[in-house]
């Protein structure tokens, strides 16, 4: 089945461009001219607490499961049910990204290294756009019942938690400032009102992600009564 390929390769791109994001963030901090710019260990888990690199690495791994699937069952009729919860939440995961990247953050510097451009343009643009017609467009969908949106926020959730408790725990590589915040909309050292006003856009994102969950959801549940119909 050519599309099992389609996401093979898509989830190939996907790993590329973290590498060579990583590589990049590592050679600058291995250049550093200071202890806290130059700990290696600090600069790679804060590079692997950006939302976007993991849900680009759940992507990325999602994909690669669904084409070889898809390689091994070509008579199934539709997906199991745990592929199409995984499926659901990554898709999900990634048009959230690509949403708030490209109307909070986009231009924004982030403390992760000087970007790789080309890498920045497939972490939040190309692979939510290939997730998000992967789901008009992949066969074999599975209706999920409503309720799996819930399984959907697990994981935001407890990123926000693991994130805000994390901060104020690490010294910034960039700048040696005693926390440090992916996003700088999380930091309530730079966003007015301090931690009410991140409050107020951590909420506005959870409504966003159980928005997009349930389109996800109702899109599976469409194409799955069509082709029941058919």
């Given at each position: 089945?050519?599309?099992?390929?389609?996401?093979?390769?898509?989830?190939?791109?996907?790993?590329?461009a973290i590498?060579?994001?990583?590589?990049?963030?590592v050679?600058r901090?291995?250049?550093?001219?200071?202890?806290y710019?130059?700990?290696?260990?600090?600069?790679?888990?804060?590079?692997?607490?950006?939302?976007?690199i993991?849900?680009?690495v759940?992507?990325?791994?999602?994909?690669?499961?669904?084409?070889?699937?898809?390689?091994?069952?070509?008579?199934?009729?539709?997906e199991?049910?745990?592929?199409?919860i995984l499926?659901?939440?990554?898709?999900?995961y990634m048009?959230?990204?690509?949403?708030?990247?490209?109307?909070?953050?986009?231009?924004?510097?982030?403390d992760?290294g000087?970007?790789?451009?080309?890498?920045?343009?497939?972490?939040?643009?190309v692979?939510?756009?290939?997730?998000?017609?992967?789901?008009?467009?992949?066969?074999?969908r599975?209706a999920?019942?409503?309720?799996?949106?819930?399984?959907?926020?697990?994981?935001?959730?407890?990123?926000?938690?693991?994130?805000?408790?994390?901060?104020?725990?690490?010294?910034?590589?960039?700048n040696?400032?005693?926390?440090?915040y992916?996003?700088?909309?999380?930091?309530?050292?730079l966003?007015?009102?301090?931690?009410?006003?991140?409050?107020?856009?951590v909420?506005?994102?959870?409504?966003?992600?159980?928005?997009?969950?349930?389109?996800?959801?109702?899109v599976?549940?469409?194409?799955?009564?069509?082709?029941?119909?058919?």
């Amino acid at each position: 089945m050519v599309y099992a390929y389609v996401r093979l390769a898509a989830a190939a791109l996907g790993v590329a461009a973290i590498v060579a994001q990583l590589i990049r963030t590592v050679s600058r901090a291995l250049e550093a001219t200071t202890d806290y710019a130059g700990h290696v260990p600090t600069v790679v888990a804060n590079f692997l607490s950006f939302f976007t690199i993991q849900s680009n690495v759940a992507a990325a791994v999602t994909l690669a499961i669904g084409g070889i699937w898809m390689l091994r069952h070509r008579s199934s009729p539709e997906e199991p049910r745990w592929f199409a919860i995984l499926l659901a939440c990554v898709t999900t995961y990634m048009v959230i990204t690509g949403i708030v990247y490209n109307t909070l953050l986009r231009g924004v510097a982030l403390d992760q290294g000087v970007t790789v451009l080309w890498s920045n343009e497939v972490l939040h643009v190309v692979i939510p756009l290939f997730l998000l017609v992967d789901l008009f467009i992949a066969p074999k969908r599975r209706a999920l019942p409503w309720r799996a949106v819930w399984i959907i926020v697990i994981y935001p959730i407890v990123w926000v938690v693991y994130t805000l408790v994390r901060a104020n725990l690490i010294i910034a590589p960039a700048n040696g400032n005693p926390w440090w915040y992916p996003y700088p909309f999380l930091d309530p050292h730079l966003v007015p009102g301090g931690f009410l006003g991140v409050a107020g856009y951590v909420v506005g994102i959870a409504v966003a992600i159980i928005g997009v969950g349930l389109l996800v959801i109702w899109v599976g549940r469409f194409r799955a009564a069509r082709r029941s119909d058919a």
